[in-house]
């Protein structure tokens, strides 16, 4: 079992900065893509980054490209997402996960497998 654990939101104002990380637990978090998905209240969750398991490939969403950033360490189990000039419509719950097909990298939830609990990002007007 896959255990992803998020850490890092809170509030800012907008134009300022953020960084989320989630810890993953298995011993095998190498072999996974990486992803991470927000949802604001009332919406479906969206896709933001995605990162193959070698850290090689990513994946943004266009409403974050140029002001996201997903990185991973691998030999933390730790994948991360810099998130600069925020607006306020980037205030969701943030969410990592884990993509246990191989070499992969999806844009679609439903292709992810393990999910964290999530962590609050609000930014200010």
């Known amino acids: 079992q896959v255990q992803l654990v998020e850490s890092g939101g809170g509030l800012v104002q907008a134009g300022g900065s953020l960084r989320l990380s989630c810890v993953c637990s298995g011993r095998v978090f190498r072999l996974y893509t990486m992803g991470w998905f927000r949802q604001a209240p009332g919406k479906e969750r969206e896709f933001v980054a995605a990162?193959?398991?070698?850290?090689?490939?990513?994946l943004y969403a266009d409403s974050v490209k140029g002001r996201f950033s997903i990185s991973r360490d691998n030999a933390k189990t730790t994948v991360s997402l810099g998130m600069n000039s925020l607006k306020p419509e980037d205030t969701a719950v943030y969410y990592c996960?884990?993509?246990?097909?191989?070499?992969?990298?999806?844009?679609?939830?439903?292709?992810?497998?393990?999910w964290g609990q999530g962590t609050q990002v609000t930014v200010s007007s």
């Open positions: 996960a884990a993509d246990r097909v191989l070499s992969r990298l999806s844009k679609n939830p439903h292709e992810y497998d393990d």
């Open positions: 990162i193959t398991a070698s850290g090689g490939g990513t």
